[in-house]
């Protein structure tokens, strides 16, 4: 599958329907009262509270969840710090977050390119 990437095949496959139909909206409207970093909820506090609840989840597969919200805008301006995850107070902090996703997609080019280079292979 096109979503899925090798050696991560169970952290990367899509949604299946529990995930979509259960956990995705409980997710989303959890997250969407979480504006500000201030209100920032962590992926350890969000599987907790959803086994506690007697959800079935693990951490790897709130990751997929919340990437699911992201891509397809079903929470608005969703961010992510080492506090966790949480909407943004203003377009500011959506700029630079977009500063920092830029960064990091050089950084694993960067690595990508340096290893090609070391077993020379073009690609």
């Known amino acids: 599958h096109i979503d899925m990437l ?3 095949e169970n952290e990367t496959r ?6 979509k139909n259960t956990l995705l909206p409980i997710i989303v409207r959890g ?7 201030a209100n920032a909820v962590s992926n350890v506090h969000i599987c907790i509270s959803l086994r506690n609840n007697g959800y079935k989840v693990t951490e790897v597969r709130i990751r ?5 919200i992201r891509i397809h805008g079903l929470v608005t301006c969703l961010i992510a710090s080492g506090k966790g995850y949480y ?5 500011q902090e959506v700029v630079d ?6 960064g ?3 950084a694993i080019k960067a690595v ?12």
């Open 104 to 106: 990091r997609e050089n």
């Open 14 to 19: 899509p949604l299946n329907g529990y995930e």
């Open 6 to 8: 090798h050696g991560f």
């Open 97 to 102: 977050y977009i500063e920092s996703l830029k």
């Open 64 to 68: 997929k969840i919340i990437n699911h």
């Open 87 to 91: 909407r943004a107070e203003n377009r």
């Open 112 to 123: 990508r390119m340096a290893l090609e280079k070391q077993i020379g292979q073009e690609v």
């Open 31 to 37: 997250l969407s009262n979480r504006t500000g970093a």
